[in-house]
T-cell receptor, first 112, second 115 residues
Framework: SAVISQKPSRDICQRGTSLTIQCQVD?????MFWYRQQPGQSLTLIAT?????????ESGFVIDKFPISRPNLTFSTLTVSNMSPEDSSIYLC?????????FGDGTRLSIL | DAKTTQPPSMDCAEGRAANLPCNHS???????VYWYRQIHSQGPQYIIH???NNETNEMASLIITEDRKSSTLILPHATLRDTAVYYC????????????????FGKGTKLSVKP
């Protein structure tokens, strides 16, 4: 099964700033996804990261707030832009396709 | 919104079998059911998945009813390390032949294994 590494594992940021989260997979995968998990809640899908094209966003999430890149089959980034305290969450990357999705351990983001 | 429903919490004695139910009454014919668990401070861990036949792996067994409207995850000999939130999930859409896709997570079942 794929091993997913996320960086940073946690960060504390000032409101109004932006943070880019990196997701590295140890093998080529067809699908990569980004999820958000707010404190005490379940996971919510933000978007599907498409290799070579624009990400597909779920309802309630927009590209200007959460720009995503996927330059190849093993790497993706999620940027959380113009952060506010409401963006304090765990952001998780997952990878799958031919195999069940596997998740990284997430990035714990706190905005002051 | 989540397409699956699970009890919010369950207790299990260490060494006993843990049976975790899930209702997925709106599942379509080619959608798989996936089970994950999340231990505190970690990302979700894949456990098992199935379409219509019962499945078993080194972690658990999955029993799916004949009408596919519900399933049960069985941990045959629960240990303290199995304490976690267990999620039964389905793909958002059957865009990928039912074998994979955007997963919709409900609130899950918080399983507490007690000595």
């Amino acid at each position: 099964s794929a091993v997913i590494s996320q960086k940073p594992s946690r960060d504390i940021c000032q409101r109004g700033t932006s943070l880019t989260i990196q997701c590295q997979v140890d093998s080529q995968v067809t699908m990569m996804f980004w999820y958000r998990q707010q404190p005490g809640q379940s996971l919510t899908l933000i978007a599907t990261a498409n290799q070579g094209s624009e990400a597909t966003y779920e309802s309630g999430f927009v590209i200007d707030k959460f720009p995503i890149s996927r330059p190849n089959l093993t790497f993706s980034t999620l940027t959380v832009s113009n952060m506010s305290p409401e963006d304090s969450s765990i952001y998780l990357c997952s990878a799958g396709g031919d195999q069940p999705q596997h998740f990284g351990d997430g990035t714990r983001l706190s905005i002051l | 919104d989540a397409k699956t429903t699970q009890p919010p919490s369950m207790d299990c004695a260490e060494g006993r079998a843990a049976n975790l139910p899930c209702n997925h009454s709106t599942i379509s014919g080619n959608e798989y059911v996936y089970w994950y668990r999340q231990i505190h401070s970690q990302g979700p861990q894949y456990i098992i998945h199935g379409l219509k036949n019962n499945e078993t792996n080194e972690m658990a067994s999955l029993i799916i009813t004949e009408d596919r409207k519900s399933s049960t995850l069985i941990l045959p000999h629960a240990t303290l390390r199995d304490t976690a939130v267990y999620y039964c999930t389905e793909p958002l859409e059957s865009n990928y032949g039912g074998s994979q896709g955007n997963l919709i997570f409900g609130k899950g079942t918080k399983l507490s294994v007690k000595p």
